[in-house]
């Protein structure tokens, strides 16, 4: 018969607001998923890969707007509104410069000039490493296989940033 | 863009073997329409990121154009258009 009063620091002590955690999680690996090494490695559906980068931060943002809710809407359940501001501005903030990033990746001359399948490739003399003037007909007519001493069947061209 | 220099050091870093070519006055690259206008540092012109396979008689096989430029053409992709190519007899 002798029930154990509650202390009253037990009785009001606030519950964890769970979507901090899970908004900072989100957060987290959105920056990571912008790391070049994901773009380096060669992995299937790695073409996604600029749309999680976009989504993990809306992603974050929606968890702290929700524990921004709870901690100001039921204060005496939920902790976390000084920590939940802060978080939520830095998530609408890494959200707005996910967006202007992703733009500015897509953000591509149309080459609707360039050779298509089918259209012969424009020839070209470039000089190499060595300054040795080198043309693509060149290329396609030399032997890389010294022993058959056969022609390439293909020749590839890839055109890139710049040493990267 | 990068001069032979240039491309000569990013060789031997990173082991490259095959010919490689450099267009520091981006006349191939304006010939192809891979021009990006201020795409480089400081707003210098460069080449968009593209991948051409071209067969023996000259003529395009496979092509890709990336839409974002940390996205580039798969080796995976790249083999098997080669592979699809019919060897011609010489």
């Known amino acids: 018969m002798n029930q154990p009063i509650p202390a009253m620091g037990a009785m009001y002590q606030r519950r964890r607001n769970r979507a901090l955690f899970d908004g900072s999680v989100v957060m987290v690996l959105a920056i990571l998923s912008n790391f070049p090494v994901l773009y380096a490695l060669n992995f299937p559906g790695q073409g996604l890969l600029p749309w999680i980068s976009l989504a993990l931060p809306a992603i974050s943002v929606v968890f702290f707007i929700v524990a921004l809710k709870r901690a100001f809407g039921q204060p005496e359940m939920y902790r976390g509104k000084i920590l939940g501001s802060i978080l939520g501005v830095l998530s609408v903030l890494l959200f707005a410069g996910s967006i202007l990033l992703f733009q500015h990746l897509k953000d591509l001359p149309k080459s609707a000039a360039a050779p298509q399948v089918g259209q012969k490739a424009p020839d070209f003399t470039l000089n190499d490493t060595g300054g040795k003037p080198v043309s693509l007909s060149q290329l396609l007519a030399t032997p890389i296989d010294t022993t058959s001493g056969k022609a390439p069947k293909a020749v590839l061209l890839v055109f890139y940033r710049g040493y990267w | ?90």
């Open chain 2, 1 to 90: 863009m990068d001069t032979p220099e240039v491309s000569s050091n990013l060789c031997s870093k990173s082991g490259y073997t095959f010919p490689f070519l450099s267009d520091p006055k981006a006349e191939v690259i304006r010939r192809y329409d891979l021009l990006h206008v201020g795409g480089g540092p400081e707003k210098t012109d460069i080449s968009r990121p593209a991948e051409f396979l071209v067969d023996a008689t000259g003529t395009v096989r496979w092509v890709n154009f990336t839409e974002d430029i940390r996205l580039r053409a798969k080796s995976d992709d790249m083999l098997a258009a080669a592979k699809a190519i019919p060897q011609i007899q010489n």
